[in-house]
C-alpha cells in the first residue's frame, strides 16, 4: 500500500498522445486551430478541467491510488494559482474603468468650461488638450503586472493638480476694527458668554473670519502665555469669589428680562443656568414661562375628525406671575378653559398649568395658529399651533418615458410609484381637464384615456412605504413622438404635472456587410427580381462547407422578433420588371431544398443594434444553386393594397432580402490509362507491372481506395491500394498482373471515391498462355479413295514457345454417327502418338488412313499440349461407290384447281463421284439436277400421269408417277360471337362448325344507348380462286363521315398501328388546330355516322373488297345508338361467282338519351342534388339542373317526386289511368282531360304491368271492353302496377315545370327548389327522388317492321335523387370553468379601500357557444336578472360572411361571429366565446329581509348551512333563434353573506380612578365564508357617559372564515376614563357594511378618586 508521503517518480506518469489536428482543407477557410495545435501539442487539444472537477476529485481522493492523489494535488495547486491570476487581473481591470471613467468625467468637464467661455469653441477646429487618463494610472500596479506604465512610452511629467483654494472673502464681508477690539476683549474675559445663539450676521462673520480670529488669537497677552493653569484657574476662582459679595438678590418680579420678550427654551437649558444669588441670573434671565409642548403640532390627521391636546404652561421664574391666555384665531384650532392649580390665573413658580388644544380640520392642508399668553408685566408668549401631516414624496420621474413602440403595436410600461412621505390618495387626470369642476367623477379607478396612452389606475391611495405600479400602454397610429401631459393631485391640495412620452418607428432592419463581400452581377445577367444584396459562395464540391458572416443592424429601438425563410428565386434581366415587383413577390413558393443554412434562424433583434449571422452552404449535389433568403419580421405591419378585389391573403413583406448564388462542382478525377491492354502474352506464373495516373483536378484532396481482384485464375493489385490526392496534384500507381491458368484476362477493377457521382474503373486486358504447337499444314486432305485401300499422310508441328511442350494427338470422334456406332473399327494410326518438343523445335507426325465404308470423310485431329493451347488440323476425303437416285418417285397434288396452273418440283442426284453420259443433259460428280413439272388441268376430278427418266450406266430408269385431284370456288360465311383475335386463333374445326351454324348477327337487347356494338362476319374463301365480295343493309345504313382528319380518317385501314403510334394519338395535336382527342373524335365520329336521325346505324368495315385464293376476311359490322329501341334489319352479302346470302340483322337498345349536366354521381348511376342542412323555416333553396339531349327526337318529360319515409312497408303502386297516361299538355279544346289515380297496396305482386283497355269511341255509358281484333286500337283505362320506391308528393321538394320538352340534339333547363318545413322540431333528413317519364310526340317515332319504342310507363324513366336536412336550431353551451354554470361570489367583493363599498361588481365565466349543425344559426341571448352578457370580451375565432349584411373585416383578422346589434350569426362547425357575468350590488343585500320574506320567489332564495348563509340565484340563459325556436340554459349564482358576533354582550370596567383610562379587549369573529368590515359606534345612555367609553380601532376588516389558517377573528381593545366619581353607561353598536345583523355590546364602568384604584400597571 501506498502512503500519502510517499514519491512519485515521472516515469511512473503516463502522458496520453496528443491528437493534431489536420490542415484544413480550403486555403481560405480562416481556422488556425492546426497551428495553435502544432505550436501548443496538448495543452491546446486537451479538455479543459472546470473547477467544479476538481473539487469533486479533491473529494473523491482515498490516498489508495498515488497517481490519482498526485494528479489532483497538481489540479488544486494550478487551480489556486488560476485564482489567483484571475483575481490579479480583475484588479487591473477595474483600476483601468476607473481611470478612464475618471479621465471622462475630467474631460467632459473641461470641455464644458470651455464651451461655456466659447460657445463656436467646438466649431474653430482647435486642436484637442491632452486627457487626464496617464495621470490617474497607478504605476506600480501596472509594472508589477507586467504591464505598460506611462513612463514607458512618455517621458513627460505627470501634471500637478494644486489643491483646492478657498474662495475670496470680499470687503464688504471682512471684519472690521472694532470687531476685532470686541473679540480680544471677550477673549479676555472671564465670564462666560451668553448662551443666546448669535445673529445670522455675527455667525456669518465669524465663519468667514475664522482666519483672523486665530491670527489674533495668537497675538494673546504674555500673562496668559506665561501663566500655568492650575495657577489661572485659581485666580478665575478667586475673581468669582469677589463678584459674588457684590451681587445682590433682587426681586426677580421687577426684573426686566434682558430681551424684549420671552423665550421659549425647555427646561433643561433653564436648569443648566447660573443659581444662585448672583446679579448676572436676574439680569439676563428672559424666559418667564415654559410651554410644553411647544409648538403644539397635530399630525396624522383626517378630514371631519376633532382631535385633542393639552398643553402645559410652567413658571419658570421665582415669583408668582398672573397670566392671561387668548384663544386662537381660526375655527380650526380651539382652546379650553386653563387649569391652575390653586383654581386662580396665578401660577406660582415652579408649578404649570394645563390647556386643553382642540383641532377640526376640513382638508389635509396645513394649518397655522397660536396661542397668545400676555403676563402682568406687559410680556407676551406666543405658543404656535400648527396642523402638519407629513407630505407624500412620490418617486415618480417628472417625464415617464415609455420608449419605443412600432405602427399600431402596442407596449406596456409599468412605473413604480413609491410614497417615501406621508399617506395620501391620488388622482391623474389630463392637463386640460384641470381644474375641474366636479371632482367625483375622477375618484373612480379607471383607465385614463389620452390617445396614445392609456394610464392604469388613476385613481390610488399610498400610506408611507407603500408602492403601487402604474402600467402605460402606448399605442401609436403612426410614426412621430408623442407627448402628453397629466395632472396628478393629492388629496393635501398639491398638484404636480408629469409627462407622458413615447416615440412611434416602423421596423425595418439595415444591411451592413457580409464577409467576402457582396457580388455585383454583371451587365446582362440574370438576378432576382427583389433582392436587395446579392451574396456569392465559393465553388466547391459535394461534402465541402463554405460559411459567410453576415452582419444585421436594427434600425429602430425596439425588440422585433424575426426568422429567416428561404424561397425560390424570381430571376429576370435587368430593367425586366418594370415595377412589376410586388405582383411577383405575392407568388414567392417556398423551397423545402435547403442548400443554405443560417444560425441563428430564429430570435429577437435588440434595440437599435448590430446582429451577426453565420450563412453555411454544405452541397451535397452538383449543380448551380440561386436562393432568396428573406428575413421576416413577425411584427411588421403597414398597408397593404390587394391585386384583386375577391384576394383576401396578407402579403408577407420581408425586412431584408438577400440573393444567394453558390456552384458545386463535381470532383473532377482523371485516371490515365483508363485501360491497359497488355500486349505481350503473359505466360503462366510471371507479372507484368504496368504504371497508371490519378490526376486530382479538383480544389479539394481526395481519398481513394482500390478494390483489388485475386483468384484461383489470376490477381491484380493496385499499388499503394488507397491514399489521398491533394487538390491538383498527380499520384502515379503501379498495377500489377500475375496469371495462373492460360487464357484471356479482361476485367474491371473499381476505385472508390467519396463524394465522386461516376464511379472509376481501370479495365485490364491481358491474354495468359502456356506452351505453344503450330501444325504447319492447313488441312489433310486424303481425296477421293476407294472402298478397301489405305492411304499415309504427314502432319508437321512446331513448338514456338520458350518451354518444353508435352504434346498428344487423337481424332475428334463424332459418337452420334450410326455409321460409326455400326462399324467401331479404328481408321487412323498416328505414329507417334505422344511426346515432348523442346523450345522452337519441330516434329513430323505420320498418319495411316483405311477406311471401313463408303461415306464422306470429315474428321478433326486435335494436337494438345499439356497446359498449352489445342490445335486442330481438319481432315477430308471421299469413300465411294456409283450411284444415282430420284429424290421422289411420287408426286401427290391434291391442291390443284381449274385453270390455275400448278408447279411441283423434284431433283436427281449423283451419289458417287463418277461422270455420266448425259441423254438431254449432264449431272457431274456429287451434284443434284432440279427438275420443274408445270401442270395445267381442265377439267375437276381425279387424275394419275406416269413420267420416266433414263440415266446412263444405270441398268434401270427412274419412274416419276403423279397424281391430281382438280377442284373449284367456295366460300364460307359465319357470325361467331368472339373477337377478331380469337377468331383468328380458332382452329380448322371450329371454323368449320361455325360456318355450319345458322346465320344471325343479335347485337343483344339491352344494349346501353350511346355504345357501340360489334359483331363480327367472317367469310373464308376455301378455295385458291380470287374474287369480289360486297356487303351492305338494308334499312339503318351508316352516313358518310367524311371526316378527312382525326383518329377515324384511317378507320378502314388494316395496317396494324405501331406501339409509339397509338400512344401518340392519344392525346390532340396541339400544331393542328382541327386536331382533336380519342373522346372527342369518337364522338364526333359517332354523330356523322348517325346524322339521318334513326336512332340507329350499322358500319360496315370493309364492306367491299377482293377475296384473295384461301384468304379469311373479317367483316367489322358496328352499331352506333343514340336513341331507344328494338331494331332489325337485314345484311346482303354479294359474292361474285355466287348468290347473295342474306343474314338478319337484330339490336335492342335501352337507356337514356338525356343526360345531367353535373358531377356529383353515385355508383348506382343517380344524379345526386345535395341541398344540405338548413334550418327549419328557412328561404327556399333552387338549383338550376341542365338536361342535354343527345337523341335524335325530341322527348318529352313529365316529372313526379316522390319523398322516400323510413319504415315505410308498402311493395307496390297500383296505378289506374283514364285516356293517356302522360299527356301532353296543351289549351284547353273541350277534349276529355287525363285523370290519374295511384293506389297504394302492399300486396306483394309482380312488377310487370297489366294494362286494361276500353275503347275511346264509345260512349261512357255504353260497356267497357276490350276488342282483340283492333290491335291498333288506344286504350283508354290503363292499370299499372309498379314497384313501390317512395310516396308522391309535392313538398319539399318540387320541380319547375313539371312537363317540358328536350329538343333533340339540344338542352334545357329544369328548376329544382326544396323548402325547408317550418314546423321542425329535430333534425330530420329529407331524401327524395324525382322520375321523368319519356315520351315521343313525333309520328315517325315508330317505324313498322323495323323500330319500334316504349314510352311512358313502359320505360326506365329518368331520375336524380335529392338529400337535404332540416335541422332544429340548437347550440351547445358549456362553460369553460371548473364550475360550470355556477357562479360563486361573496359579499366581501364589494368591498374596496378603507371601508369603502362598491355599488356593484361583477363575476364573470367563460361560456362557449357552439354551431353543431351543418347551417348558419342566427340567433340573440336574452338572460334573467341578475345575469348579463359582457358582450366587450366575446371572442372571435373564425370568418363568417352573411350575404344579407355588408360587414367590414380588417385584414388579419378572423370572424366566426357576424353580429348586428343583439343578433348573432354563427357559422357551421364554428363557436365563439362570450362572457356571461353575475351582478352583485349592494342593493341586493339590503334586500335580504325582503327576498326572505317572500318565500313564493323561485328565482331567489337563502339557504343555510350551520353559520354559513348563502343566497342562491336560479336563473335562465333564452337562445331566440331566428325561426322561433328557443333553447333555455339553466344558469345559478350563489353569494355568501357575511356575519359576525362578539365573544361577549355585556363588558364592566368595575370602580376605575377618575382620570385614568383603562383598556379590556374583546374579540370579533367573522364563522361566515365572506369577508366582513364592521364599524363601531359608542351611544352614551346619559350626558355624564359621553367620551367615557372609546374603542380602538374604531372599523376594520375581518378576513372570511375559509381555512384552518385563516384570521378570521380581530380584537379590540374598550377603553374607560372616568371623569367624576359616578357610574358611566354605555352600549357599543358594532354594524357592518353589507347588511350583517348589528350587535350590541353593554359597557359599564363606575369612577372613583380613591387612590386605591389607581392602577400602577395599565
Not at 498495377?735 to 492460360?742: R, S
Not at 310516396?1287 to 323548402?1315: C, E, F, W
Not at 350587535?1639 to 395599565?1658: A, M, R
Amino acid at each position: 500500500m501506498f502512503n500519502s508521503s510517499d514519491t512519485i517518480k515521472e516515469t511512473d506518469i503516463q502522458h496520453e498522445p496528443s491528437m493534431l489536428l489536420q490542415r484544413p482543407s480550403s486555403a481560405r477557410r480562416q481556422n488556425v486551430a492546426h497551428i495553435l495545435t502544432t505550436m501548443f501539442g496538448e495543452y491546446f487539444t486537451r479538455d479543459v478541467v472546470p473547477q467544479d472537477v476538481v473539487k469533486y476529485l479533491t473529494t473523491s481522493r482515498s490516498g489508495d491510488d498515488p497517481y490519482h492523489d498526485y494528479y489532483v494535488e497538481e489540479l488544486s495547486k494550478i487551480q489556486d494559482e488560476r485564482e489567483k491570476r484571475l483575481s490579479a487581473a480583475s484588479i487591473v481591470e477595474n483600476h483601468l474603468l476607473k481611470a478612464k471613467g475618471a479621465a471622462t468625467a475630467a474631460d467632459e468637464k473641461l470641455i464644458g468650461s470651455l464651451t461655456a467661455e466659447c460657445q463656436t469653441y467646438n466649431q474653430i477646429g482647435l486642436p484637442s488638450f491632452e486627457s487626464k487618463f496617464k495621470s490617474l494610472l497607478d504605476s506600480e500596479l501596472l509594472k508589477k503586472h507586467h504591464l505598460i506604465a506611462p513612463e514607458d512610452y512618455s517621458t513627460a511629467e505627470a501634471a500637478k493638480v494644486e489643491p483646492p483654494t478657498a474662495p475670496k472673502i470680499p470687503g464688504y464681508a471682512q471684519a472690521t476694527r472694532a470687531y476685532l477690539g470686541q473679540a480680544k476683549s471677550a477673549e479676555g474675559s472671564n465670564r462666560p458668554r451668553p448662551e443666546s445663539a448669535p445673529s445670522n450676521g455675527t455667525a456669518f462673520m465669524e465663519e468667514r473670519n475664522s482666519s483672523q480670529r486665530n491670527t489674533l488669537m495668537q497675538t494673546s497677552p504674555l500673562w496668559k502665555e506665561g501663566m500655568e493653569i492650575l495657577d489661572r484657574e485659581n485666580h478665575k476662582f478667586y475673581l468669582n469669589s469677589m463678584q459674588k459679595r457684590v451681587d445682590h438678590l433682587k426681586n426677580p418680579r421687577h426684573v426686566p428680562p434682558v430681551e424684549g420678550k420671552f423665550g421659549t427654551k425647555s427646561n433643561t437649558e433653564y436648569a443648566s443656568r447660573p443659581t444662585g444669588n448672583s446679579l448676572y441670573s436676574l439680569t439676563n434671565q428672559s424666559e418667564l414661562f415654559i410651554a410644553e409642548p411647544n409648538p403644539a403640532v397635530f399630525s396624522n390627521y383626517e378630514p371631519g375628525k376633532a382631535y385633542k391636546m393639552n398643553v402645559q404652561i410652567k413658571n419658570v421664574t421665582s415669583a408668582s406671575r398672573h397670566i392671561r391666555i387668548i384663544p386662537p384665531a381660526t375655527s380650526y384650532f380651539a382652546s379650553s378653559l386653563a387649569k391652575f392649580p390653586n383654581g386662580d390665573s396665578f401660577i406660582a413658580p415652579g408649578l404649570a398649568c394645563q390647556l386643553e388644544i382642540m383641532f377640526t380640520p376640513d382638508s389635509l392642508a396645513d394649518y397655522d395658529d397660536e396661542i397668545i399668553i400676555k403676563s402682568q408685566n406687559g410680556m407676551t408668549v406666543a405658543i404656535p399651533l400648527q396642523g402638519r401631516r407629513p407630505p407624500p414624496i412620490l418617486s415618480l420621474m417628472a417625464t415617464l418615458d415609455c420608449g419605443h413602440c412600432l405602427v399600431n403595436g402596442e407596449k406596456i410600461t409599468t412605473f413604480v410609484c413609491k410614497n417615501s412621505g406621508g399617506p395620501g390618495r391620488f388622482c391623474i387626470m389630463p392637463e386640460s381637464s384641470w381644474p375641474v369642476k366636479q371632482f367625483s367623477s375622477f375618484k373612480k379607478p379607471t383607465k385614463l384615456e389620452m390617445t396614445p396612452f392609456q394610464l392604469e389606475p388613476n385613481y390610488f391611495q399610498l400610506k408611507h412605504g407603500e408602492s403601487i405600479t402604474i402600467t402605460v400602454k402606448f399605442a401609436p397610429e403612426d410614426v412621430d413622438i408623442y407627448t402628453r401631459n397629466i395632472i396628478a393631485i393629492c388629496d393635501n391640495c398639491h398638484v404636480k404635472t408629469f409627462t407622458l412620452k413615447g416615440v412611434c418607428q416602423t421596423a425595418g432592419v439595415e444591411f451592413v456587410s457580409v464577409s467576402e463581400g457582396l457580388l455585383d452581377p454583371l451587365a446582362l445577367e440574370m438576378y432576382d427580381i427583389s433582392a436587395q444584396q446579392h451574396i456569392s459562395f465559393d465553388t466547391i464540391h459535394p461534402g465541402m462547407v463554405c460559411e459567410r458572416k453576415l452582419i444585421v443592424h436594427n434600425t429602430t429601438k425596439v425588440d422585433l422578433p424575426y426568422h429567416w425563410e428561404f424561397f425560390k428565386s424570381i430571376l429576370c434581366k435587368p430593367g425586366a420588371n418594370n415595377g412589376r415587383q410586388d405582383r411577383f413577390e405575392r407568388y414567392r413558393v417556398p423551397t423545402n431544398q435547403k442548400f443554405f443554412n443560417v444560425d441563428p434562424s430564429v430570435g429577437i433583434f435588440p434595440p437599435f443594434a448590430k446582429a451577426e449571422f453565420t450563412i453555411t452552404y454544405a452541397p451535397q449535389y452538383v449543380g448551380k444553386i440561386d436562393q432568396v433568403l428573406h428575413l421576416i419580421l413577425e411584427e411588421y405591419d403597414e398597408n397593404q393594397s390587394l391585386v384583386d378585389h375577391d384576394e383576401l391573403v396578407r402579403d408577407v413583406i420581408p425586412g431584408l432580402e438577400l440573393e444567394l448564388r453558390a456552384t458545386c462542382m463535381a470532383f473532377e478525377v482523371e485516371l490515365t490509362p483508363s485501360v491497359i491492354i497488355v500486349g505481350d502474352l503473359l505466360l503462366i506464373g510471371t507479372s507484368c507491372c504496368k504504371t497508371v495516373q490519378i490526376i486530382n483536378k479538383g480544389f479539394h484532396p481526395i481519398a481513394y481506395e482500390w478494390k483489388n481482384q485475386c483468384n484461383d485464375n489470376y490477381s491484380i493489385n493496385v499499388l499503394p491500394c488507397s491514399d489521398t490526392i491533394p487538390a491538383g496534384q498527380i499520384r502515379e500507381l503501379s498495377v500489377e498482373i500475375c496469371g495462373y491458368v492460360p487464357g484471356k484476362i479482361e476485367t474491371m477493377i473499381h476505385c472508390h471515391i467519396e463524394h465522386v457521382e461516376i464511379p472509376v474503373y481501370l479495365n485490364v486486358q491481358a491474354q495468359v498462355q502456356g506452351p505453344q504447337l503450330n501444325i504447319d499444314i492447313p488441312d489433310l486432305n486424303y481425296s477421293l479413295v476407294r472402298l478397301g485401300e489405305a492411304v499415309e499422310k504427314d502432319i508437321p508441328i512446331y513448338n514456338t514457345s520458350d518451354v518444353v511442350a508435352k504434346w498428344e494427338i487423337t481424332e475428334c470422334q463424332d459418337t452420334s454417327s450410326s455409321s460409326t456406332k455400326a462399324k467401331n473399327l479404328p481408321e487412323f494410326t498416328f505414329n507417334p502418338c505422344s511426346g515432348e518438343l523442346q523450345p522452337n523445335c519441330s516434329a513430323i507426325i505420320k498418319a495411316l488412313f483405311k477406311p471401313n465404308f463408303c461415306r464422306r470423310l470429315r474428321t478433326v485431329f486435335q494436337l494438345h499440349a499439356i497446359h498449352g493451347n489445342k490445335t486442330h488440323l481438319r481432315v477430308h476425303g471421299e469413300i465411294q461407290s456409283p450411284i444415282v437416285v430420284l429424290t421422289e418417285s411420287y408426286l401427290q397434288l391434291d391442291e390443284v384447281y381449274v385453270g390455275l396452273p400448278r408447279i411441283s418440283q423434284d431433283a436427281i442426284s449423283n451419289k458417287c463421284s463418277l461422270t455420266f453420259d448425259p441423254c438431254e443433259g449432264d449431272i457431274e460428280s456429287r451434284q443434284a439436277i432440279d427438275i420443274n413439272l408445270i401442270l395445267i388441268c381442265h377439267k375437276t376430278g381425279k387424275q394419275e400421269f406416269i413420267i420416266p427418266c433414263i440415266i446412263n450406266g444405270m441398268s434401270d430408269p427412274i419412274i416419276l408417277k403423279v397424281g391430281v385431284n382438280v377442284k373449284g370456288l367456295t366460300v364460307g360465311y359465319s357470325t361467331p360471337l368472339m373477337d377478331p383475335a380469337a377468331i383468328k386463333g380458332q382452329s380448322q374445326q371450329q371454323t368449320e362448325l361455325n360456318e355450319a351454324k345458322a346465320l344471325d348477327l343479335n347485337f343483344g337487347t339491352e344494349v346501353p344507348i350511346g355504345t357501340n356494338a360489334k359483331r363480327y362476319l367472317v367469310i373464308r374463301n376455301k378455295s385458291a380462286i380470287q374474287t369480289e365480295y360486297n356487303i351492305r343493309v338494308m334499312c339503318f345504313t351508316a352516313a358518310d363521315a367524311n371526316l378527312d382528319s382525326g383518329v377515324y380518317a384511317n378507320k378502314s385501314s388494316t395496317k396494324v398501328e405501331s406501339k409509339t403510334g397509338s400512344i401518340l394519338k392519344r392525346t390532340a395535336n396541339l400544331a393542328d388546330p382541327q386536331s382533336k382527342s380519342v373522346e372527342r373524335a369518337h364522338a364526333a365520329y359517332s354523330a356523322a355516322i348517325l346524322q339521318d336521325g334513326r336512332g340507329v346505324a350499322f358500319e360496315i368495315l370493309p364492306s367491299s373488297g377482293i377475296l384473295d385464293a384461301f384468304e379469311t376476311k373479317i367483316i367489322s359490322i358496328t352499331a352506333f345508338t343514340d336513341l331507344w329501341g328494338d331494331y332489325e334489319d337485314n345484311l346482303i352479302c354479294s359474292i361474285k361467282g355466287l348468290n347473295d346470302i342474306i343474314i338478319p340483322v337484330k339490336l335492342g337498345v335501352v337507356g337514356c338519351p338525356l343526360k345531367f349536366q353535373i358531377g356529383n354521381v353515385e355508383k348506382k348511376g343517380h344524379p345526386i342534388v345535395r341541398f344540405g342542412a338548413h334550418i327549419s323555416a328557412s328561404p327556399s333553396i333552387t338549383r338550376t339542373l341542365r338536361i342535354n339531349n343527345s337523341g335524335p327526337l325530341d322527348i318529352r318529360l313529365d316529372w313526379k317526386i316522390f319523398n322516400l319515409i323510413k319504415g315505410d312497408q308498402q311493395v307496390v303502386d297500383l296505378l289506374i289511368h283514364y285516356g293517356e297516361p302522360l299527356p301532353l299538355n296543351v289549351s284547353d279544346d273541350g277534349k276529355v282531360k287525363t285523370v290519374s289515380y295511384r293506389q297504394e297496396s302492399i300486396i306483394p305482386m309482380s312488377e310487370t304491368s297489366s294494362i286494361l283497355s276500353v275503347d275511346d269511341s264509345k260512349e261512357v255509358g255504353d260497356t267497357v271492353g276490350y276488342d282483340e281484333s283492333d290491335t291498333n286500337a288506344k286504350p283508354f283505362i290503363s292499370v299499372t302496377v309498379d314497384a313501390h320506391g317512395g310516396k308522391q308528393a309535392d313538398d319539399p321538394y318540387q320541380v319547375n315545370p313539371t312537363q317540358l320538352i328536350v329538343p333533340a340534339r339540344s338542352h334545357t333547363s329544369i328548376n329544382v327548389t326544396y323548402k325547408p318545413s317550418p314546423s321542425c322540431q329535430e333534425d330530420t333528413d329529407c331524401n327524395a327522388y324525382a322520375l321523368g317519364y319519356m315520351s315521343l310526340d313525333q309520328p315517325d317515332a315508330n317505324i313498322e317492321g323495323n323500330v319500334h319504342r316504349l314510352q311512358g310507363y313502359e320505360i326506365q324513366p329518368l331520375r336524380f335523387d335529392m338529400t337535404g336536412s332540416v335541422l332544429a336550431a340548437w347550440l351547445e353551451v358549456h362553460s369553460t370553468d371548473d364550475d360550470g354554470n355556477y357562479f360563486t361570489a361573496v359579499s366581501s367583493d364589494l368591498l374596496f379601500g378603507n371601508g369603502q363599498v362598491l355599488k356593484q361588481t361583477w363575476k364573470e365565466e367563460h361560456f362557449s357557444f357552439t354551431n353543431l349543425t351543418d347551417s348558419p344559426l342566427n340567433f340573440r341571448i336574452v338572460l334573467s336578472w341578475p345575469f348579463e352578457v359582457r358582450g366587450s370580451k366575446t371572442k372571435k375565432t373564425s370568418t363568417a360572411v352573411d350575404n344579407n349584411r355588408s360587414i367590414n373585416i380588417n385584414k388579419g383578422e378572423t370572424n366566426a361571429i357576424v353580429r348586428t346589434n343583439d343578433q348573432y350569426t354563427l357559422l357551421p362547425q364554428t363557436n365563439m366565446q362570450t362572457n356571461i357575468g353575475f351582478c352583485l350590488s349592494l342593493d341586493i343585500l339590503h334586500r335580504l329581509e325582503e327576498l326572505e320574506k317572500d318565500k313564493d320567489s323561485k328565482m331567489v332564495s337563502i339557504v343555510t348551512d350551520g353559520e354559513n348563509r348563502r343566497l342562491c340565484f336560479d336563473g335562465h340563459l333564452q337562445i331566440q333563434f331566428s325561426n322561433g325556436t328557443i333553447q333555455n340554459v339553466s344558469l345559478s349564482a350563489s353569494v355568501a353573506l357575511p356575519k359576525f358576533r362578539l365573544a361577549e354582550n355585556s363588558l364592566d370596567f368595575g370602580t376605575c380612578f377618575v382620570g385614568q383610562t383603562r383598556s379590556k379587549l374583546i374579540t370579533i369573529t367573522n364563522p361566515t365564508m365572506s369577508g366582513t368590515y364592521w364599524i363601531s359606534t359608542v351611544e352614551a345612555d346619559n350626558e355624564a357617559s359621553k367620551d367615557t367609553f372609546t374603542v380602538e380601532p374604531s372599523q376594520g376588516y375581518i378576513q372570511a372564515n375559509i381555512t384552518h389558517v385563516t384570521t378570521n377573528t380581530v380584537a379590540i381593545k374598550i377603553n374607560f376614563t372616568a371623569r367624576h366619581s359616578i357610574k358611566y353607561s354605555s352600549k357599543i353598536l358594532i354594524s357592518g357594511l353589507l347588511g350583517e345583523s348589528s350587535q350590541v355590546l353593554f359597557v359599564t364602568g363606575e369612577g372613583s378618586y380613591d387612590g386605591k384604584y389607581e392602577s400602577v400597571i395599565h
